[in-house]
């Protein structure tokens, strides 16, 4: 299979290209600020640059992870135009979504439940959403949670700087959401890639946690105790997001071949 995997300088993105090249699979990754070896340039916000990547590549499938979570030009411009190019060849899309597409709620959100978005990263993935089922209706698009796995996760890195005072923040103990680790989205991608899956999924773990208790789970690793771990409520951040989002597994357990594991063996895995 040819694969074009935006974001590959992420870590998601990252992942997936690692995993699909051991598979023999004929990757191309891109970067964006980082100049990284063996992949190739590329803003999604230049129209132009992706009609050129996509034209020249011709791709059969094209994976989309890149988005900055502050940045509506790359999160659903550059998604519009990532998707209207795949189209047009006639590639596969896989595109990358998110759980704060939806605005919280005690109860599991199935994929029949539509984005209500509550803060603006929401409201871009959300609207990324929107232009993939427009212009790509046959494309994929997997909504997943927090990616965790090792400590190139930012939420890794998050806790660890504010655990060892390295950045002043705290962890929201009233935010819930259900970890997945690297390895296995990124195996659910490479096996969406190469089927023939269209519609929403859900792919996350199924643990669900709030941020505080992954980090604490995740200092734990490190040795570093509870206490150390700040906590905070995120009601009291009008702009901190939703609270609870937990997603519904039952159509992933159904359509992926791929285990999406608990978070302990996830953590002690990593
Ligand atoms: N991280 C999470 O916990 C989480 C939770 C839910 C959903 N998601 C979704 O999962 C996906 C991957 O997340 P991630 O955390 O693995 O990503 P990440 O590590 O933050 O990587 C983002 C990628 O986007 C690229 N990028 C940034 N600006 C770009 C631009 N203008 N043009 C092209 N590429 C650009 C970056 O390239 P450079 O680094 O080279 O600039 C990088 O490769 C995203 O779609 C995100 O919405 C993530």
Sequence with gaps: MRLLVTGGSGYAGGRLVELARAAGHDVTGTSHSASVEGLVPLDVRDRAAVDRLIDGLRPDVVVHTAYVQGDWHVTASGTAHVAAAAARVGARLVHVSSDAVYGGRPQPYTEADPPSPVFPYGAAKAAAETVVATVHPGAAVVRTSLIVGDDASKQHQMTLDFALGRRAGVLFTDQIRQPVSVA???????????????????????????????????????????????????????????????????????????????????????
């Design 184 to 270: 296995d989205l990124a195996a659910a991608l490479l096996e969406l890639a190469a089927g023939d899956f269209r519609g929403v999924l859900h792919v996350a773990g199924p643990t669900a946690v709030s941020r505080h208790e992954l980090g604490v789970l995740i200092a734990a690793r490190r040795g570093i105790p509870a206490d150390r771990v700040p906590a905070g409520l995120a009601a009291e951040l009008p702009a901190a997001g939703p609270r609870e989002v937990r997603l519904d597994l039952t159509l992933a357990q159904t359509v992926l071949r791929t285990r999406l594991r608990p978070l302990d063996e996830v953590l002690a895995a990593g």
